[in-house]
Structure formats: structure tokens, C-alpha cells
């Protein structure tokens, strides 16, 4: 028996698509060129590669393909977008307003500007892991210059209001930035119609390559000035130097050409698959959905259990699907995940969670198998349990 366990982890990354990879391939060897070579076929053939992927992104989300800067992947747009605005706008003001359940490259580029003297209020966010927008209206000052809130979250896959939030940000002229890793290529988005000025982006979560990534940087009503934060040859119109990394972008372009091809049926397929999870395992007493119901990823289906210890649950879990858990999300620490924190739950049932991340490459047959081994897991470790308290 040596068969893997089934991949249920797909907030965490996902694997490349093979025609993604087939795009990707020929740009490694046969059209290797730089794109800033301006003399010769090489270096055109691998911007006219580079452009269409701008074109691609662009469309994606309603923009103009001059305003798609590349980036190593979300990480690194979400310090761009947040440490770029500070520098250039902080002698307007110096307030910036997040959420507590964004991913840490959205905290921690906040926290280190609070060392350099920024204020940062940190929104709380509602039971089923909304933010409040009476609580947002309040938050604004005179002096705040940015608004970062996540598109879709990577833990409990839930869905913020990004439309009002634009709108309320557009009517006080203050920037608003998105990190829609994990919305791009699975939700519906429109720069316009939700009024995002930033967005970062990355292909990894959508079928592409890891490391590469994009930052969508407003051009027009109103133009973003962004403070560079990587220093070079002045590649991303002085954004972001670095040679572009033409097999990863065109992997890029192709893996959200392909998801937006899909997204329609895929949404409902995804839907249908966590649903089905969701009946199973809702079957059993003290299983809580960490979420909003509806308004949430597709794919991602997010519980806490009662009863269990949370790392003899993932250990359990282990050899026969691949989780992760809200404790140990970031790996290397095991304190409790600071989104279902922010939720309000005890240190149990923040501790006991499981997040099942389901994909493009699953099948119903896989989350049957799943739902069952999750369900006979919690069972003997409950059962284990009450025999150590003496049976009660
Ligand atoms: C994965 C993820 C990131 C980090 O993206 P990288 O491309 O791996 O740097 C940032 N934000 C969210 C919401 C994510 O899910």
C-alpha cells in the first residue's frame, strides 16, 4: 500500500495543470529570451509570451494590461501594495485600516509599518467570519490613506464585500487594496465595478506555477502612486525591477485563461463536492462549519470539532487524505490559527479544525472516502477519550 493520501489541500497550493505546463515548457529552452532584449527575436518572441499574459490577467479582472506589475507571487504584491502606498502617500496621512483574519503578508507589512510610526486598526471581524461595514465606517480617519481586505479568505474560504467596501473607500478617497490570491481565476472580479485600486494576485492557487504572481496597480481615476520596494533595471515601469520570469507568467496566463474557461461549471462542481462533505459530516454531533455558509469559496469546506484532540485528529487523518489544520497553517508555530480566533472560538475548537481544501483534480468518489475516514477518526478519538475519563 504505498497509494498517497487524497490531495484535500488546495488553499495551500495546488499542482500545475498539465496544459499549463505544456505552455510553460518551450520557454524554458527553445524561447528563453529576456523580455528586455529590445535587439533581437528572442527577446521579442518572450515579450510578445510576457504581453499576452499581461492581456490575459488584464481581462481577467477588468483592467488595462499596463497596469498588471509581476511579482513572485502574493506575498510579495501584498508588501508592494502596502509598504509602496505608505511611502508614497504618508505625508497625506498615516492610518491604515485591515482585518484580523488576513494572511500574515498582509499583517506583517502592517506591523512593521506600525514600527515605523504608521497606525493600523486591525478590524474584528463577525461570527461567520464577515467583516462588519459599520465597524469599517467607524474605523476611517482624515488621515487614512489605505483599506486592505482580503477578496476570499485561504483559511475559511469566506467571501468579504468587497463592492460596499469599494465604494465606501472611493467616497472618502482612499485607496483600497485586495489580496485575491485565492479568489482569482474561482469568483467573479471586476476592478471597476468593485472600485479595488490594488489586487494582488498568484498563479499557484489556480493550477500555475509557484513563484510567480502579479499586483494590479490602478493607472486612471485615480492613478496609484506606488514607492518601489525592489530596486533594479527598472522593469514593471519602475515598480518592480528584476527580470521577468517568462515560463512562470506564461504558465500564469494560461492557468487563468483556463480557469475563467471553466469557472461557470467548476463552481458548480465544487459546490456540489463540498456540499456533499458537508452532509456527511454534519451527520455527526459537535461538528461546527467555520464560515459563512454560502459565502465562501467553492472549494473550501472548514470545520472544528468537539471532543477531539486537534493534532490527534490531523494525525489520524493523515495516511489517508492530505489537510491541513488551522493550527498548524503556519508551520512552523503551533499556537491556535488567528482566523478562527477572530471567529471567537475556545482554544479546543480553534485547535481541532480541519480544513478541507477540494479541487479541480477531485472526484466524488474521493470525498465520500474522506467523509468516511473523518467520520470514524473523530468517533474512536472520542471513544478513546471518554475511556480515559472513565467512561462517563
Ligand atoms: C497563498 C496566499 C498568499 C501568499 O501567496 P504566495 O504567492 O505564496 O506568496 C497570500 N495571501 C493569500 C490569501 C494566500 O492564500
Redesign the pocket.
Known sequence: MSQRPIYLDC?ATTPVDERVLAAMLPFFTEHFGNPSSISHVYGWEAEAAVKQTREILAAAINATPEEIVFTS????A?NLAIKGVAEAYFQKGQHIITVATE?S??LDPCKYLKTLGFEITFLSVQKDGLIDLTELEKAFRPETILVSV?AA??EIGVLQPLAEIGAMCRERNVLFHT?A??AIGKIPLDVQALKIDLM?L?A??VYGA?GI?ALYVRRRNPRVQLAPQQHGGGHERGMRSGTLYTPQIVGFGKAVEIALQEQVAETERLTQLRQRLWEQLSQVEGIHLNGHPTQRLPGNLNISVEGVDGSALLLGLQPVMAVSSGSACSSATTAPSHVLTALGHTEQLAYASIRFGIGRFNTAEEIDKVAQHTIATIQSLRKQDSFAMGNR
Request: glycine fraction near 10%.
Open positions: 488553499q507571487g502574493a506575498t510579495e501584498n494572511h503578508a498582509v482580503m479568505n485561504n489580496d490570491a485565492q494582488s498568484t499557484h492557487k509557484k504572481g
